[in-house]
T-cell receptor, first 113, second 112 residues
Framework: GEDVEQSLFLSVREGDSSVINCTYTDSSSTYLYWYKQEPGAGLQLLTYIFSNMDMKQDQRLTVLLNKKDKHLSLRIADTQTGDSAIYFCAESPRGSTLGRLYFGRGTQLTVWP | DTEVTQTPKHLVMGMTNKKSLKCEQHMGHRAMYWYKQKAKKPPELMFVYSYEKLSINESVPSRFSPECPNSSLLNLHLHALQPEDSALYLC???????????FGPGTRLTVT
């Protein structure tokens, strides 16, 4: 399988920006995704970026992709307590059978009031 | 509408029981997936259906039996499970093979 690495924990104060980082191994990846999972819930697709893009912005979310370093980041501006959750990075390599996703271990984001 | 629904939300079953998990989507997606997720871990792929045909079985034990009655429905039949099978079971769907996967809320399964 593919290796997708994430740091396990991140704590921020409410109102600050959060940056969650991810590294992946397959340079042929077509799409890279960020999913959010709240306690006891399923995975919510937050945003994604196609591999020919460097940046994507969607309201408070900014995704940056550095293909040279195989590094993906998710920035959450003005972080709120409702953003507390586990964030999974996932890649879908080119040629991957049927859109197989390779997930990182997830980053637990804790937002303090 | 990007909703995938799953029932039941919670399920407790004994090791000799037979039960089924259900998943439904009305987005016209042609690929559907079952994942198993243990606490504090990422989802693990179990099965993939493409155009109602089983395309991937990730060496899942036969006590898990998937079924895709039509393009909107996906079932997972459970029989003679073990306590270690207790987990959150997630269903997902996607338009195509490289498309975004949308997940349901999951079924929390406890095997006693």
């Amino acid at each position: 399988g593919e290796d997708v690495e994430q740091s396990l924990f991140l704590s921020v104060r409410e109102g600050d920006s959060s940056v969650i980082n991810c590294t992946y191994t397959d340079s042929s990846s077509t799409y890279l995704y960020w999913y959010k999972q709240e306690p006891g819930a399923g995975l919510q697709l937050l945003t994604y970026i196609f591999s020919n893009m460097d940046m994507k912005q969607d309201q408070r979310l900014t995704v940056l992709l550095n293909k040279k370093d195989k590094h993906l980041s998710l920035r959450i501006a003005d972080t709120q307590t409702g953003d507390s959750a586990i964030y999974f990075c996932a890649e879908s390599p080119r040629g991957s059978t049927l859109g197989r996703l390779y997930f990182g271990r997830g980053t637990q984001l804790t937002v303090w009031p | 509408d990007t909703e995938v629904t799953q029932t039941p939300k919670h399920l407790v079953m004994g090791m000799t029981n037979k039960k089924s998990l259900k998943c439904e989507q009305h987005m016209g997606h042609r690929a559907m997936y079952w994942y198993k997720q243990k606490a504090k871990k990422p989802p693990e792929l179990m099965f993939v259906y493409s155009y109602e045909k089983l395309s991937i079985n990730e060496s899942v034990p036969s006590r898990f039996s998937p079924e895709c009655p039509n393009s909107s429905l996906l079932n997972l039949h459970l029989h003679a499970l073990q306590p270690e099978d207790s987990a959150l079971y997630l269903c997902a769907s996607s338009q195509g093979f490289a498309g975004q996967q949308y997940f349901g809320p999951g079924t929390r399964l406890t095997v006693t």
